[in-house]
Antibody, heavy 119, light 104 residues
Framework: QLQLQESGPGLVKPSETLSLACTVSGGSISSSSNHWGWIRQPPGKGLEWIGTVHYNGGSTYYNPSLKSRVTVSVDTSRNQFSLRLTSVTAADTAVYYC??????????WGQGTLVTVSS | EIVLTQSPGTLSLSPGERATLSCRASQSVSNNQLVWYQQKPGQAPRLLIYGASTRATGIPDRFSGSGSGTDFTLTISRLEPEDFAVFYCQHDAIFGPGTKVDVK
């Protein structure tokens, strides 16, 4: 059974860079033509897609509202994909989820990790 | 860019009752690629329905999806205690704002 697990700092200072990794277990990140994505959810609010990467790393897609600050990449040797979000502010405080994204839907999710932006 | 609107914002019902949730798109949804998720407090969303009407693996048949074009519906035929949650629709990486189904 495919499992995803987010990891990274739970506290990031304003103006710094948020970096998270998602480790995939129970299957290979490059075993099929899957995309892999990041979604976030501010406390008490709804879901917001951040970005998506193809398993070969050759194609990336970003939310236009975050595009200038976001990088999503894949490391097949570690069976991981990653998120970098630069110049964070308090508005970036959220639970960050990683997910598999076959065919435009999110079918397997990590448990989520809370990232707080505060000095 | 497509915008998804969900109604009602909150639905207060009792176990055993029928729940009808609406998702309306600002433009026609291509290939009826409309997806529904359920999210319980402190948990990640769970895939319920994709392609507007196909249940995901392991989803009970009391959950059903319907609709086409711009209007879609998620129906829970008889609410079980574990069904109370927030439900989101999604298309092309855009999520609706969610409908909370809580206990009356």
């Amino acid at each position: 059974q495919l499992q995803l697990q987010e990891s990274g700092p739970g506290l990031v200072k304003p103006s710094e860079t948020l970096s998270l990794a998602c480790t995939v277990s129970g299957g290979s990140i490059s075993s099929s033509s899957n995309h892999w994505g990041w979604i976030r959810q501010p406390p008490g609010k709804g879901l917001e897609w951040i970005g998506t990467v193809h398993y070969n790393g050759g194609s990336t897609y970003y939310n236009p509202s975050l595009k200038s600050r976001v990088t999503v990449s894949v490391d097949t040797s570690r069976n991981q994909f990653s998120l970098r979000l630069t110049s964070v502010t308090a508005a970036d405080t959220a639970v960050y989820y990683c997910a598999r994204m076959p065919g435009g839907l999110f079918d397997s999710w990590g448990q989520g990790t809370l990232v707080t932006v505060s000095s | 860019e497509i915008v998804l609107t969900q109604s009602p914002g909150t639905l207060s019902l009792s176990p055993g009752e029928r729940a009808t949730l609406s998702c309306r798109a600002s433009q026609s949804v291509s290939n009826n690629q409309l997806v529904w998720y359920q999210q319980k407090p402190g948990q990640a969303p769970r895939l319920l329905i994709y392609g507007a009407s196909t249940r995901a693996t392991g989803i009970p048949d009391r959950f059903s999806g319907s609709g086409s074009g711009t209007d879609f519906t998620l129906t829970i035929s008889r609410l079980e205690p574990e069904d109370f949650a927030v439900f989101y629709c999604q298309h092309d990486a855009i999520f609706g704002p969610g409908t909370k189904v809580d206990v009356k």
